[in-house]
């Protein structure tokens, strides 16, 4: 298996009006990936203005300028592709995958929704989305057991005012709060040439991708000035252990135990991906080893740990397991952070560390092997670090992790007094 991270051709444009323009050229199958990253997520959000940026994931669906209501999902499918978006605290990105031929119909689209939603949004399109995401709050986080987790987990986790304090859901006061033309400013100061990048990955060529870019793209104008997020690089440590236990209605105790560590893509978040990974990917982590099989007090399918890859803040990592019938939220907090705690005083041994990098390397070529994958890594690294070929440095700096390294880590960031513990215990029914 190469170590490289990206053995395919990469180049960068950036046309006048401030749009970056990343193409990588793959003619192994006759498709193409076109992948948007706006540079604007939740950390984006000002006070009283929370859930903008995923609700406008939801309004770019609903059409454009030139694009009826709902055409550009059945333009996309009707010409045998796949579509969709996501939103996180630190960007928004919109995606299609198509057959080489239509390539030029998803740049068309795209373009037509940067430079031409504000006229087509109307007051009835609002509100109907705003009700969706409502929805969608009820379905995803407060009607199912432990939904909210990540809503109470972040407040612990950041303090009030800094840019990861609050989910992407948002606020639904904040969203019915404000009026069309709040919506409408968000989008223009946000929704920007200069503060996008387009990514293309497949079958076509950079004059072509550029040439269709600067057609549909070139003439919408770049925003002046586009407000900074807040800066959340650094959280003081409190010394000072958060904990908070939500009794509800859950099958099971649940804990899960949080900490802030290092923004993604630098060295050290490097290193506690491949910890987290020792810790809670599969059944030869620590986390199942001890919990699961061992002290037999966790659930086998639903104890683990993950980094969340956040890149503007110490990014946090998340261990969290569910109690076998009959043990309780408090035993099961207590192993838990007991091998959260041996990752400093018990080194990994080298089966650990190549299990971890083996699972690290097979799920990035995973991604790799798609041209949907790529163009979204490429995107990610473009907006980020400002260079999409860094994407190739991922791979190696996983792989040249060492056991000493993640000693230190732990015991420098997975600290017991900076720790956040959030449990759930079933209501006692009558």
């Known amino acids: 298996m190469p170590d490289s991270g990206y053995p395919w051709p990469i180049s960068t444009t950036r046309l006048d009006n401030g749009l970056r323009v990343v193409v990588s050229e793959d003619r192994t199958a006759p498709a193409v990936a076109v992948n948007l990253w706006y540079d604007v997520g939740s950390r984006h959000e000002p006070s009283g203005q929370t859930g903008f940026a995923h609700l406008f994931e939801h309004l770019m669906f609903e059409g454009s300028l030139h694009v009826a209501k709902t055409e550009h999902m059945k333009l996309v499918q009707g010409a045998g592709g796949s579509l969709n978006a996501t939103t996180n605290p630190d960007r928004t990105n919109y995606f299609e995958t198509v057959p080489a031929e239509h390539l030029e119909l998803a740049l068309w689209l795209e373009a037509d929704r940067m430079g031409g939603l504000v006229p087509a949004l109307t007051q009835e399109t609002l509100d109907n989305q705003r009700d969706v995401v409502k929805n969608e709050r009820r379905q995803r986080y407060e009607n199912v057991p432990y939904g909210d987790a ?210 690290l390397a097979t799920a990035w070529w995973r991604q790799m092997s798609t041209v949907d994958g790529r163009a979204d890594a490429l995107g990610r690294y473009a907006t980020q670090f400002g260079d999409p070929a860094t994407v190739a440095e991922r791979l190696p700096a996983w792989l040249s992790v060492t056991a000493e390294q993640i000693t230190e880590a732990a015991t420098e960031v997975l600290v017991a007094d900076d720790r956040v513990t959030l449990t759930y215990q079933p209501e006692e029914k009558p």
């Open 150 to 359: 990540w809503l109470r987990l972040l407040p612990l986790l950041y303090p009030p005012g800094h840019p990861y304090h609050h989910a992407t859901i948002g606020s639904m006061a904040d969203l019915n709060a404000a009026d069309l033309a709040t919506f409408q400013a968000f989008h223009q100061t946000y929704y920007a040439p200069n503060n996008a990048v387009l990514t293309v990955v497949g079958d076509t060529t950079t004059e072509e991708v550029v040439a269709l870019a600067e057609k549909y793209f070139g003439a919408i104008p770049p925003r002046s000035e586009i407000p900074p997020a807040p800066d959340g690089r650094v959280v003081p440590a409190t010394g000072v252990p958060m904990a908070e236990t939500v009794v509800t209605d859950v099958p099971a105790p649940r804990v899960y135990v949080a900490h802030r560590t290092y923004p993604f893509g630098t060295p050290g978040y490097d290193v506690l991906t491949v910890l987290a990974t020792v810790l809670g990917s599969g059944r030869g982590s620590r986390l199942y080893q001890r919990l699961a099989d061992g002290e037999r007090i966790a659930q086998p399918d639903l104890v683990g740990a993950y980094g969340v890859d956040l890149a503007h803040g110490p990014a946090p990592l998340i261990a969290t397991a569910t109690a076998r019938p009959g043990v309780s939220g408090e035993r099961l907090a207590a192993g838990l952070a007991e091998v959260v705690d041996e990752l400093a005083t018990v080194p990994v041994t080298a089966a650990e560390l190549a299990r971890a990098k083996a699972l």
